[in-house]
């Protein structure tokens, strides 16, 4: 039995990574690890929360000794590091929560995995630590860390921590980088849900300055096959790129969710534009294709119909998390114990 500590996984990515391992691989022990914070939510765990080879466990990766407590007890060996803050924007407002938790939080992971002889430890990444691509080109394993934003210079330095424990203690890390994700369950301040959303609603779409900036989109099950794939196969100490080589401005993508919902491209309103907002991203994901049999599976033209279906069918979910419900149950309900 493996024993397998996966930190965030009550956020998007996670959930849904949880949710497909946990009733394909029953050897597999799942212990979810996560802050519930604003983007964490227990309602995405719901298919396996029953579940005899899953529990749950709220806490904050930067608490020393909770972690020791949680390895000793469940003698984790294997760590899929999804906890981070991730949304650009709130680390425009204020950096120094991504420090902690995703600088500070992952370097605190890290220790406790080195005293625990963790047998492979798998930091999940993004593409935006490579910054910002002109009209060609693609981004490498290779590529230079360029990263342009408080997000992308946490997640930088998060990367760059958990490999240098591989090369000077011989702690067995991977580290995964991907592209945009989208799909189910994702919270509704990111580009994709919030169209969605607004639209439903007849609210206004905001875009940000001229609509074109670019971005490599995967649907998330395609990333959570490649995740498994690293964490089953992967080579220690290398850098997997993950990235469905879908790429789209996204003022096409608002379009389109406008088409499928009925709705007058009139919605649309052009905003000011973020700071130092990165004009495009392009993954090469060739490495992973070829060294570990990995190719994504969903083209965008489906899969976003799906998502869209997905948030037309599930109000009540995203409605409850806009009211602040979900939220403040947990708060509650977490405060008691």
Known sequence: ?????????????????????????????????????????????????????????????TNSDLLEFVFNKYEIKYVINFAAESHVDRSIL????????????????????KRSNVEKFLQISTDEVYGS???????????????????????????????????????????????????PLQFPEKLIPLMIINAINNKKLPVYGDGMNVRDWIYVLDHNKAIEKVFENGKIGEVY?????????NIEIVKLILKKLGKSENLIEYVKDRPGHDRRYAIDSTKIQTELNWTPEQKFEDAIYYTIDWYLNNKQWWERIISGEYQNYYETMYSNR
């Open 1 to 61: 039995m493996k024993n397998i500590l996966v930190t965030g996984g009550a956020g998007f990515i996670g959930s849904n990574f949880i949710n497909y391992l946990v009733d394909k691989h029953k050897d597999w022990n799942i212990i979810n690890f996560d802050k519930l914070t604003y983007a964490g939510n227990l309602e995405n765990l719901k298919p396996s929360e029953n579940k005899e080879n899953y529990c749950f466990i709220k806490g904050d990766i």
């Open 94 to 113: 204020g950096a120094e929560i991504f420090v902690r938790t995703n600088v500070l939080g992952t370097l605190n992971l890290l220790e406790i995995a």
């Open 133 to 183: 691509l002109g009209t060609e080109g693609k981004f490498s394993e290779t590529t230079s860390l360029a990263p342009n934003s408080p997000y992308s210079s946490s997640k930088a330095s998060a990367d760059m921590l958990a490999l240098s424990y591989e090369h000077t203690f011989g702690l067995p890390v991977v580290v995964t980088r991907c592209s945009n994700n989208y799909g």
């Open 241 to 249: 790129n993950i990235g469905a080589d879908q790429e789209m401005p």
